[in-house]
């Protein structure tokens, strides 16, 4: 018998940084504008890469208009990416954004998570691409944006990256400057950690703070940041720790 490991295995068990960012109220563009917001969308994250020493030319990119979703490679430095690439894309989305009229004015919202990611038929399949669009949708991290006028970028990144990266304060993270959220979307539940460069988390926090669910003691109270989803008739635990005790109630 072969001892070499099957294929199709490695492959569903890899893991990826999954990124996404997405431009404010893109809507409301005409088409001419639309095209230049997409161009430059991606010249600003190009150039976030490039002066953070990433190889963009080796992500795996998904244009969706508004915005870009990426696979970025499995030898990615994950502190360099929560660290330098967010700063610097925070500067390049300044830089492109002086001394323009509102209307001209490009903002950012960003979701970052890790995890399985597969390519698929349609794009990437996988719960890492489920998470970060449902991070990158949030209602706190629009209402965050909204509301810090001051800002061009506001990041969301998912609590396996804030307890495994964030906490370790590489790349000059500061784990004080991000401040938790409850993210309920569709059939996922769970926390991210959002943070605004050159903001406070006193700024963030009461845009962030939202009504626990009902019934049950919460993840918060019990210290427990474990993630359930529902999945096709089913649940997938996510995270460490025991998160038995709140399964019905996903379930119901």
Same mark, same amino acid.
């Given at each position: 018998?072969? $001892? ?28 001419? $504008? ?9 010249? *600003?994250?190009?150039?976030?890469? *490039?002066? $953070?020493?990433? =190889? ?10 508004? /915005?870009?979703?990426?696979?970025? &490679? &499995?030898?990615? &430095? ?13 500067? /390049?989305? +300044? ?27 349609? +794009? @990437?399949?996988? !719960?890492? !691409? ?8 949030? &209602? ?18 998912? =609590? ?9 304060? +590489?790349?000059?993270?500061? !784990?004080?400057? @991000? ?5 309920? /979307?569709?059939?996922?539940?769970? @926390? ?13 926090? !009461? ?26 008739? +089913?649940?997938?635990?996510?995270? $460490?720790? =025991? ?6 109630? @996903?379930?119901?």
């Amino acid at each position: 018998m072969s $001892s070499q490991p099957d294929t199709q295995a490695q492959e569903i068990i890899t893991r990826h940084l999954c990124m996404a960012a997405d431009v404010e109220k893109y809507s409301r563009l005409d088409t001419l $504008s639309q095209g230049v917001f997409q161009t430059d969308l991606v010249r *600003v994250l190009e150039e976030a890469a *490039v002066l $953070s020493g990433l =190889d963009r030319t080796a992500w795996a990119r998904q244009p969706q208009g508004d /915005q870009e979703f990426a696979v970025l &490679p &499995p030898a990615t &430095p994950e502190p360099v990416v929560l660290g330098a690439f967010v700063r610097n894309l925070a500067v /390049q989305l +300044g830089e492109r954004n002086a001394n323009r009229a509102e209307g001209d004015r490009m903002r950012l919202r960003l979701a970052i998570d890790i995890g399985v990611a597969r390519t698929a038929a349609l +794009g @990437y399949s996988g !719960p890492a !691409p489920i998470a970060v669009a449902r991070y990158l949708n949030s &209602p706190q991290l629009k209402r965050v944006l909204e509301a810090l006028d001051s800002t061009d970028l506001v990041v969301i990144v998912s =609590d396996r990256l804030y307890q495994d990266v964030v906490r370790l304060r +590489g790349e000059g993270l500061d !784990p004080q400057q @991000y401040v938790r959220a409850h993210i309920r /979307q569709k059939e996922f539940n769970g @926390y991210g950690w959002i943070h605004v460069p050159e903001h406070g988390p006193e700024e963030l926090r !009461p845009l962030v703070v939202d009504p626990e669910p009902e019934g049950g003691e919460t993840a918060a109270a019990t210290g427990h940041t474990n993630r359930v989803e529902r999945i096709d008739g +089913g649940v997938v635990h996510f995270g $460490s720790g =025991d998160a038995a005790s709140t399964m019905n109630k @996903y379930l119901r």
